[in-house]
């Protein structure tokens, strides 16, 4: 076990975004997120690497663990390289390609050259984008298409070596070849990560995820193994979800 | 019945909409025009009034030399030392203007809690309200002194002054040019870097900063236009000697404070008279053409 939500519910003002959330992520699973708008796995996501702190009035009540650890506890700047997020849309920093990848082992404090040229290729390399821009790294990231650019934030993640990897709709923009790229990236990164990936595409979260956890207005339905969700899930609500009955 | 008299209503109503249309469209390309217009006027009547000048002094006398006596006998009119006044009063208030406008910038839109942010841009947005005499008088009184204290001056009244009390005046342009800059740099870069564990500190530096750029400079130059046209302030606390400074502790005379003082006095037709207009092209040049950057800066990305 990776890491363990307990009773979470987070409140935006007056809103309650989640209601009581407790569930398991396991190490080097895919554990696929789904719901209609609306349904909290976003903030979940949020929560797990502190991001929504960056929000205004924003209150949590409940604990997660890393690794047995109370995530609050963890300095905040360490917590975010051990939990790495790829977001919906491809948002490269507006840097060459290189310094998009460099970037976060710079902010670590790695400067050697060599070092980082390393880190760099192996996480490209990580990421399937290698071969397309070994020729052009100090070219602007900007001038990728939009899978590329998503690949390049999967490498910029790696680059970090995090053990857990969020990822927030990842292939939303993409187009189909696109996102059977990143879903082949997931699927070898999940021999050396943890990984989570909220997708409001149910197929995605059926081809690529171990498990499936279903949130609907801010609480988490059921969680279990895909084939048993997507199948026989114990819930009404979920097979109503998944045939598309609503959301 | 009721169909046809309404219908009725209706053209005359649109004749009136049709004629109130008519002026107002008129109007508002008549305002539009005056601007633009005036400006012209403006340039052109500065120039006919300079430009006569150069009948009986030369070009060079005028811009290198080192002597302005307008009115001994012969006069000189070296605008030298006044350029030099302004520019050095200039290069201290932004030396000390954007380094102070950057921070505050900073610490009203990354690092202040958004609850007292509004109270922290009230504050700034204030002091650009104080009129310049206002500050320039609260200046006399309390920054010469301290200046002429603190630095073992003979005089108070010098260049250093003046840049201090003109880097206040720049402030509210500077901070609110970069805060807004700042504010237009995407959501997602901020996001993005703190999701790989940058800390606050290091977003600003590495991401936020390179990022605004552009506003950044053009808040410098907008800034800097500021300072170069400002006249009040200055004149009341550089000490207002027309010699070429050679340090921030001389006094100095800027080229503003040069016409306010001695427009009153200069005969009309005169060559002093004409020289203050000369000067005031020479100034018109250096606003147009920081005024001309910034706005290449700021629009060059677009």
Redesign the interface.
């Known amino acids: 076990m990776k890491i363990k939500v307990e009773d979470l519910h987070v409140y935006y003002g007056s809103i309650h975004a989640l209601k009581g959330i407790s569930m398991e992520i396991r190490r080097n699973e895919i554990l696929g997120a789904i719901g209609p708008a609306n349904s909290g796995k976003t903030s979940f996501l949020r929560t797990l690497?502190r991001?929504n702190d960056?929000e205004?009035h924003v209150r949590m009540e409940g604990q997660v663990l890393m690794d047995g650890e109370d995530i609050q506890k963890i300095n905040v700047?360490?917590?975010?390289?051990r939990i790495?997020?790829v977001?919906a849309?491809p948002?490269?920093?507006?840097l060459s390609i290189f310094d998009n990848v460099a970037?976060?082992p710079?902010?670590?404090g790695i400067h050697k050259k060599k070092e980082l040229a390393d880190i760099v290729e192996k996480s490209l390399k990580a990421s399937y984008l290698w071969e397309e821009v070994k020729d052009r790294l100090s070219s602007s990231a900007f001038k990728l298409s939009g899978g590329q650019q998503q690949r390049l934030?999967i490498a910029?993640?790696l680059a970090?070596e995090p053990e857990v990897i969020l990822f927030d709709e990842p292939c939303s923009g993409l187009d189909p070849i696109s996102t059977a790229k990143v879903e082949e990236a997931m699927l070898e990164l999940k021999e050396k990560y943890t990984l989570v990936l909220v997708t409001n595409n149910t197929k995605q979260a059926a081809r690529v995820s171990d498990r499936v956890a279903f949130f609907l207005m801010g609480e988490l339905v059921e969680v279990d193994g895909t084939s048993k969700i997507f199948t026989n899930p114990r819930d009404n609500r979920t097979g109503e979800y998944i045939t598309g009955r609503f959301g | 019945m009721l169909r046809i008299f309404k219908t009725r209503e209706t053209i005359t109503k649109i004749q009136q909409r049709q004629i109130s249309e008519f002026i107002i469209e008129k109007l508002i390309f008549l305002s539009g025009l005056a601007s633009v217009l005036f400006v012209i006027l403006i340039f052109v009547f500065l120039l006919k009034e300079g430009v006569s000048l150069f009948k009986t002094v030369s070009l060079k006398d005028f811009l290198i030399g080192k002597f302005w006596y307008p009115i001994s006998d012969p006069p000189r009119f070296g605008v030298l030392p006044l350029l030099m006044g302004s520019l050095w009063v200039t290069l201290g208030a932004v030396l000390i203007a954007v380094p102070l406008g950057l921070g505050c910038a900073i610490f009203i839109g990354q690092i202040v809690p958004r609850s007292l942010r509004d109270y922290f841009k009230a504050g700034v947005e204030l002091l650009a309200a104080i009129p310049s005499v206002v500050l320039g008088f609260v200046g006399l009184v309390t920054l010469v002194p301290l200046v002429r204290h603190l630095f073992h001056l003979r005089s108070g009244l010098t260049v250093l002054s003046g840049s201090l009390m003109l880097a206040f005046m720049a402030m509210p342009t500077i901070v609110s040019i970069i805060e807004d800059a700042f504010n237009a740099v995407p959501k997602s870069y901020r996001e993005g870097s703190f999701a790989l564990g940058a800390t606050q500190w290091q977003t600003i530096y590495r991401v936020l900063i390179p990022a605004a750029a552009p506003g950044i400079l053009a808040g410098v130059m907008l800034g800097m236009g500021r300072v170069i046209g400002e006249t009040m302030a200055v004149m009341m606390i550089t000490g207002n000697a027309a010699i070429l400074p050679k340090s921030f502790f001389d006094p100095a005379r800027t080229m503003t404070a040069t016409i306010a003082a001695e427009m009153g006095e200069a005969v009309r037709g005169s060559s002093h008279y004409f020289a203050l207009f000369a000067i005031g092209i020479v100034l018109f040049l250096i606003t147009f053409l920081v005024n001309l950057v910034a706005d290449f800066v700021l629009h060059r990305k677009k």
């Open positions: 690497n991001l960056l205004l700047s360490l917590l975010r390289k790495g997020m977001f849309l948002l490269p920093l507006p970037y976060g710079r902010m670590h934030c910029r993640t970090v």
